[in-house]
């Protein structure tokens, strides 16, 4: 059962910046497609962007493009998610999640193609 673990998550004022990490300790995290979402109180859970296994590709919701990048870094087997100019209907619980039978150069924005979540991370903007 692959894990995975985010970290990076806490309090910051509007505008500010935070990374968000995502990590597995005994899986290699490249062989995967990696997907971050988030869930504000009351509302559903929207992705976020995702990566390919090549790192090629990538997408991003349309809330947050320019803002917030994901990257790969493969030597240390984590994903980020940096996040910019931060807002406060960014406030959500933050996951990363891990598709199975990847896609090398396109990675899927809907919840339901991921296979392993991880337990989240709280992003509070607020002044």
């Known amino acids: 059962q692959l894990q995975l673990v985010e970290s990076g998550g806490g309090l910051v004022q509007p505008g500010g910046s935070l990374r968000l990490s995502c990590s597995a300790s005994?899986?290699?995290?490249?062989?995967?497609?990696i997907g971050w979402f988030r869930q504000a109180p009351g509302k559903e859970r929207e992705g976020v962007s995702c990566?390919?296994?090549?790192?090629?590709?990538?997408n991003y919701a349309d809330s947050v493009k320019g803002r917030f990048t994901i990257s790969r870094d493969n030597a240390k087997n984590t994903v980020y998610l940096q996040m910019n100019s931060l807002r406060p209907e960014d406030t959500a619980v933050y996951y990363c999640?891990?598709?199975?039978?990847?896609?090398?150069?396109?990675?899927?924005?809907?919840?339901?193609?991921?296979?392993?979540w991880g337990q989240g991370t709280q992003v509070t903007v607020s002044s």
């Open positions: 999640a891990a598709k199975e039978y990847p896609y090398r150069h396109y990675c899927p924005t809907k919840a339901y193609e991921y296979d392993y």
């Open positions: 990566i390919s296994t090549t790192g090629g590709g990538t």
């Open positions: 005994t899986f290699t995290l490249n062989s995967y497609n």
